[in-house]
């Protein structure tokens, strides 16, 4: 009972800090800390009202697809987006049919929507420089750490499934052939 209880606190902190260092550290305090630094004075959405409201909708749909893609990871992958309960399986469905990373898609959504509704140019650069930064966790850590877990079903996968750019195009039998063949518990 002792452990469970350990293992239970360990997984709350680590989510706790996962949660402090990753997603509002990347879309609250560098977005903040950068503003503050350019000390642009700027109007929301660049002083156009529409161009503020397509801000606030580019922020929500990012918000929608993290909270989409974690219900996904919890449901279908067995786990969540924390590096201590990673996903046991591969996700191929939904919107993981269509692009390998939707999280990462899902914070340069929520970047991008800041820009316009805080009217500030400092947050398209940041934009930029994140999406950099993703491409290399990306690149250098999370598909090799993958490729490793799951092995031959994660490159066959990758074969069917962009990696950045959704393919929109493809037909769904392709994507049900490719769930019945990676979602495989390689524990």
């Not at 630094?37 to 161009?51: D, E, T, Y």
């Not at 934009?127 to 850590?141: G, K």
Request: hydrophobic share 50%.
């Amino acid at each position: 009972m002792t452990k469970y209880i350990y293992r239970l606190i360990m997984k709350l902190t680590d989510g706790i800090l996962y949660g402090f260092v990753g997603p509002f550290s990347v879309l609250y305090i560098i977005p903040q800390f950068l503003m503050k630094l350019s000390n642009f004075k700027s109007q929301g959405g660049f002083g156009i009202p529409v161009v503020e409201l397509c801000g606030l909708s580019f922020l929500w749909i990012g918000a929608a697809l993290a909270i989409w893609c974690t219900i996904l990871m919890n449901f279908f992958g067995e786990g969540t987006p924390f590096v201590n309960s990673a996903p046991r399986k591969i996700l191929t469905r939904n919107v993981y049919s269509y692009v390998r990373h939707p999280m990462m898609w899902s914070l340069l959504f929520v970047i991008f929507g800041e820009a316009l509704m805080y009217g500030q140019p400092i947050l398209f650069v940041w934009l930029i420089a994140l999406a950099r930064i993703l491409r290399l966790i990306v690149s250098n850590y999370e598909e090799p750490q993958l490729e490793r877990r799951f092995g031959e079903s994660w490159t066959e996968y990758c074969q069917k499934v962009p990696c950045w750019f959704p393919n929109f195009r493809k037909n769904k039998v392709t994507a049900a052939i490719i769930s019945q063949r990676v979602e495989i518990d390689h524990d």
